[in-house]
Structures are given as C-alpha cells and as structure tokens.
Nanobody, 121 residues
C-alpha cells in the first residue's frame, strides 16, 4: 500500500491550501485516515483524523480553520486549510489504517511521504 500526498507549497498568512492524499495498492478497506504534521525542530503531531463513517477529530490549534474530508471511492483524504498562520509551517503527512487484501482483518498503519507547507508573514 502506498500513500501519495500533494498540495503543499508557500502561502502568505491568512491564505488557504488544500492537501490531498491518495492510497493505492492491495486495499481491502481503509479505516481511519488522517493528517499529521512536523514543524521545524519539533515532533510530529496530530492535525486531524476522519473515520470510515465520517467522524472527525481535530487538534485544538486548527479547529475552525482546517477541515478534513475523504472520498472512500477514491481511497483519498483531503485537508482544507484556511486562515493559515506562520505556526502552521510544517511537513504534513497523511496517515491511513488499512486492511490489506490477503493479510487478514487487522489494521496496518501506513504513512505518506510528506508535503511541505510554508506560511510566510
């Protein structure tokens, strides 16, 4: 299973970006999908998650500004980021818990390669 993230870039404070992540490979079913980020010099942290049924969870720092969504038919997850701040600057990683075809019914965790978001003053 591979996760391919895209959509990062440079944006000014107050601007918007939309991240996308598509999963491919031997996928039986995808459970929770999410986005994490790693700011420069800091540890990776949760941004948002979304269950297969659409239940969402957000870090307090992004509530009201970011929105996570998914398209189950496309095995994809999205992150709409509005009102961006310099402190949102980070490498953003998509994450998925996947039931892999032929491996039984346990979840397997996969990560995308990361996409850099830079918010300038």
């Amino acid at each position: 299973v591979q996760l391919q993230a895209s959509g990062g870039g440079l944006v000014q404070t107050g601007g918007s970006l939309r991240l996308s992540c598509a999963a491919s490979g031997s996928i039986f079913r995808i459970n929770t999908m999410g986005w994490y980020r790693q700011p420069p010099g800091k540890q990776r942290e949760l941004v948002a998650t979304i269950s297969s049924g659409g239940n969402t969870n957000y870090a307090d720092s992004v509530k009201g500004r970011f929105a996570i969504s998914r398209d189950n038919a496309k095995n994809s997850v999205y992150l709409q980021m509005n009102s961006l701040k310099p402190e949102d600057t980070a490498v953003y990683y998509c994450n998925s818990w996947v039931i892999v075809t032929g491996r039984g019914f346990g979840d397997n965790e996969f990560w995308g390669q990361g996409t850099l978001v830079t918010v300038s003053n």
